[in-house]
């Protein structure tokens, strides 16, 4: 057994960063100190892994959490499904078995904020779930608090996308849209019954403040594509990771005899 001390709290998810340097073997796991997740439910992770999958994760069943930490776990559960398009339903559990390679590569990762369990199946070529009790934590209460919900929600939201960057070019298009669009329905209705419905110029003044802010928007939106692509290099993250090498029997031998070359 090695134990992992760290001179303060960085968190879960850097603590198990820091369990990961030191762990062996081809399969690990990870779990909770407070035991709400049994760890008699491990015997079922390793057999699942056993099938071929790459990281394995779990649901909890008959969560015995508050409403107020389940809600928004699901709700950030159905963001992160549809954002990543993996198919899992339960990313704030963490009891989960991961491929030695898996581990490797996540190793390989650079970032200071990071959601385990997203970054994990960036590298996994087969996941998969299975159903694991969940108790009512025995001893002591949760250290997340409201505000670092929160703040691990946005660690999610930017660890897996630059969306929401783009999202405001998307935004600032359709107010500039909506403004063009009102400007044409103006000038319309001006040739149809004249100047004195235009109401002294207020709606056409409506129409340009819509498409300058929606210029704006898309300022701050191509502004966000250009951070987005410095975050991505920022976080270092590796661009492929090589599980294996099949070499064929001619191609050794090949290799080997250039070798004797060199050494000569």
Request: aromatic share 8%; hydrophobic share 40%.
């Amino acid at each position: 057994m090695v134990g992992v001390i760290l001179n303060r709290n960085y968190g879960q998810h850097n603590a198990i960063m820091a369990g990961f340097e030191q762990v062996r073997g081809d399969l690990i796991i990870t779990l909770d100190a407070d035991l709400q997740n049994p760890p008699e439910e491990i015997p079922n992770l390793v057999a699942k892994a056993e099938e071929g999958f790459d990281s394995v994760g779990t649901v909890r069943k008959n969560r015995q959490d508050s409403a107020l930490r389940r809600y928004p776990s699901k709700l950030i559960n159905k963001l992160v499904k549809r954002s990543t398009g993996v198919e899992m339903n339960d990313y704030g559990c963490m009891l989960r078995a991961y491929r030695r390679h898996v581990v490797d590569a996540m190793l390989e990762c650079h970032e200071r904020s990071t959601f385990i369990p997203v970054l994990a199946n960036g590298f996994s070529r087969h996941t998969t779930e299975i159903d694991v009790h969940h108790d009512e934590r025995a001893d002591g209460e949760s250290k997340y608090s409201f505000m670092k919900l929160i703040s691990l929600m946005f660690d999610l939201i930017t660890s897996m996308t630059t969306a929401p960057l783009r999202l405001l070019s998307i935004v600032g298009g359709g107010i500039a849209a909506a403004g063009i669009a009102f400007g044409i329905i103006l000038m319309l209705m001006r040739i149809i019954f004249g100047s004195e419905w235009a109401g002294d110029g207020l709606f056409t003044l409506f129409a340009i403040l819509f498409v300058f802010v929606g210029a704006q928007f898309v300022g701050l939106g191509l502004l966000g594509e250009y951070i987005g692509r410095i975050y991505s290099d920022v976080r270092a993250r590796p661009r492929f990771y090589v599980q294996d090498v099949l070499v064929g029997e001619a191609t050794q031998k090949a290799r080997e005899t250039d070798e004797s070359k060199n050494k000569e």
